[in-house]
C-alpha cells in the first residue's frame, strides 16, 4: 500500500514497482490539488489499484491496512510556500494522518516505511563541513518542516513504545517527471516554456542538495526490503547547488541570458542550505545513486515538461496568480 501515491514522489515510486518488481499495489490518496491521477491511469489494473480517500480516515485506513503485508507512507502536503500561508492542512494530514497510519499497522502488526525529508534538521550555514546525518539534532524551521518532524517523532515513539516493524528515510530535494509546477524547478523550466522569466527568491544563494527522484525511489524500496527496524537512513546524492546556479544552467539550455530572470520576494524563514551525508545508506545498504549527472538528468526534465504540457498547462495559470497575489 502506497500512500500519497498519485504525488510527484510516489507516483514515480509506483512506476518503480511495477518495472522493477513483482509487487502489487493499492495506493490511497485523497487526489488534492498535487496529485496527478494522469500518472497512475495508463498503470491501473492486475497490479495497480487506486482508493481516493484520506490518510487521517481511521476507519478506512484501518480496513486497507489489513489487506496488506506492507505500507509506504509518502502521502503529505508538501510545500513549504503553502504551510505559510495556511498551515492547517499540514497539521491535519502529515501529523493526524501518519498518526492513523502508526495505529493501523500497530494493531496489524504491518510493516511500515515513513517517507521524510531532510527540512526536519532545519538548515547549515554555506561554509559548514558537516552535512546532515541521522545523529543531527531536529530544528525544524516552517510548519512544512515542523509537521515532518512531528510525524518522524511518532514514527520512533510508536517503533519504541509499541513495537510498530518500521523504517525511516529522510531525502534531499527530488526533481524529475511529475513534479507540481508550484516547485522551483518546474517552475522555472515552465516558465521558460511559456516564455516568462525565472522568479528567484532572494539572491538566490540558497542551497539545496538535488536527488533525481528514481534514485530516492530505489533507495526507498530497498531500505523496506533490507533496512533494520526502528532505523533511519538519510538519502542523498551529492547534488549540492545553489538556486542561482540551477536557474543560470536552465536560462543556458533555453539559449536565454544569464541575467534573464526576476529577484522576488524572499521566502519568510527561507532555510540557508540543506546537505546530506548518506554514508550509512550507502555503507550498509549499499545504496548507490544512478542518476547522479545532475546536467544530464536536467536536460531529461525540461524535454519530459516540454513533451507534457497538456498535464502542466492548466495548473500553471493558477500557480502563478497565487505567486503573483504574494509578490512572488
Ligand atoms: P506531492 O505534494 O507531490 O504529493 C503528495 C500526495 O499526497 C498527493 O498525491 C496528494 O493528493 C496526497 N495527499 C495529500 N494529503 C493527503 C491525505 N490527507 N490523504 C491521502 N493522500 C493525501 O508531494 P511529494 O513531493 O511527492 O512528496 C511526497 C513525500 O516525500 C512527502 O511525505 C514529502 O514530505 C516527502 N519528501 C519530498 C521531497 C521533495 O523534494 N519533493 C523530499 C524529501 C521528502
Ligand atoms: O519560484 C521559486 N523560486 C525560488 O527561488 C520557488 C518555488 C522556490 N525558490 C527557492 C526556494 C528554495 O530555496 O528554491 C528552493 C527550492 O524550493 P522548493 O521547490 O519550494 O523546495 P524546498 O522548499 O527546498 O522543499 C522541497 O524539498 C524538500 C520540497 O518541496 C519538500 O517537500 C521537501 O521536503
Known amino acids: 500500500m502506497v500512500t500519497g501515491g498519485a ?27 498535487a496529485a496527478n491521477k494522469d500518472a497512475l491511469t495508463p498503470l491501473l489494473g492486475d497490479r495497480l489499484e487506486l482508493v481516493v480517500g484520506d490518510v487521517a480516515d481511521r476507519a478506512l485506513v ?16 508538501s510545500h513549504n510556500d503553502n504551510s505559510l500561508r495556511d498551515p492547517e492542512p499540514f497539521i491535519a494530514t502529515n501529523i493526524l494522518g501518519t498518526f492513523a497510519l502508526l495505529e493501523a499497522v500497530r494493531a496489524a502488526g504491518t510493516r511500515f516505511h515513513h517517507v521524510s525529508t531532510d527540512e526536519v534538521y532545519g538548515d547549515l550555514e ?7 546525518t541521522e545523529e543531527t539534532a531536529y530544528r525544524p524551521s516552517s510548519p512544512y518542516s515542523a509537521s515532518k518532524a512531528a510525524s518522524d517523532h511518532l514514527v520512533r515513539a510508536w517503533v519504541r513504545s509499541f513495537g510498530v516493524q518500521a523504517t525511516l528515510s529522510n531525502c534531499s530535494n527530488n526533481y524529475g517527471p511529475w513534479q507540481h509546477v508550484e516547485k522551483f524547478i518546474p517552475r522555472q523550466i515552465t516558465n521558460l516554456i511559456e516564455g516568462r522569466r525565472p ?47 540551477v536557474v543560470r ?24 542550505r540543506y546537505a546530506i551525508d548518506a554514508t550509512k545508506l550507502r555503507t550498509e545498504l549499499g545504496w548507490r545513486p544512478q542518476h547522479g549527472d545532475f546536467a544530464e538528468g536536467l536536460a531529461r526534465t ?10 502542466w498547462g492548466p495548473l500553471k495559470a493558477a500557480t502563478e496568480a497565487a505567486y503573483a497575489a504574494r509578490g512572488q
Open 126 to 132: 554555506l561554509d559548514d563541513p558537516e552535512r546532515f
Open 62 to 77: 484501518e480496513r486497507l491496512v489489513g489487506e496488506h503485508d506492507a505500507v509506504v507512507h509518502f502521502a503529505a502536503e
Open 302 to 311: 525540461v524535454d519530459w515538461y516540454r513533451a507534457n504540457q497538456q498535464w
Open 249 to 272: 544552467a536552465l536560462l543556458a539550455h533555453f539559449g536565454r541570458a544569464e541575467d534573464d530572470f526576476d529577484h522576488v520576494v524572499d521566502r519568510a524563514g527561507h532555510d540557508l
Open 199 to 245: 522568479r528567484l527568491y532572494g539572491a538566490g544563494q540558497n542551497v539545496r542538495d538535488w536527488i533525481h527522484v528514481d534514485d530516492h525511489s530505489a533507495a526507498v524500496w530497498q531500505i523496506l526490503n533490507e533496512g533494520r527496524i526502528g532505523e533511519t537512513y538519510l538519502i542523498g546524492a551529492d547534488g549540492e547547488r545553489n538556486n542561482l546556479d
Open 7 to 33: 504525488g510527484f514522489i510516489g507516483s514515480n515510486f509506483v512506476h518503480h514497482l511495477l518495472t522493477h518488481t513483482d509487487a502489487r499495489v493499492t495506493v490511497l490518496d485523497k487526489l488534492t490539488y
